[in-house]
């Protein structure tokens, strides 16, 4: 099992910046991809930001230029640096992790429990 540890989420007024880390552990034979999703209430959960092992990184439209994703191989880390906060970005953040247990095993996909991250006034 590959358990995901978030850290960093909390209050911030708009315009400010938050920055999000995300620590892979337990039975990791190879990271795939890490990234963060979220979900604000009564909508669907989305992604806002992933990024491969080789640095290959994808953001949602409303958050290009805004947020930065960063990892870590050596240490299965992911980071996701927030700056020019805005309301709507108020959500819980999940990390997610695919990846493989054991060599020659199919890639799954594991979550963390989710940090708050509110941007008010």
């Known amino acids: 099992q590959v358990q995901l540890v978030e850290s960093g989420g909390g209050l911030v007024q708009p315009g400010g910046s938050l920055r999000l880390s995300c620590a892979a552990s337990g039975s990791i034979y190879s990271i795939i991809v890490m990234g963060w999703y979220r979900q604000a209430p009564g909508k669907q959960r989305e992604l806002v930001a992933m990024?491969?092992?080789?640095?290959?990184?994808n953001y949602a439209d409303s958050v290009k230029g805004r947020f930065t994703i960063s990892n870590d191989n050596a240490k299965n880390t992911v980071t996701l640096q927030m700056n020019s906060l805005k309301p709507e970005d108020t959500a819980v953040y999940y990390c997610?992790?695919?990846?493989?247990?054991?060599?020659?095993?199919?890639?799954?996909?594991?979550w963390g429990q989710g940090t708050q991250v509110t941007v008010s006034s």
């Open positions: 990024i491969s092992t080789g640095g290959n990184a």
């Open positions: 997610y992790a695919m990846a493989t247990r054991f060599a020659g095993t199919a890639p799954q996909g594991s």
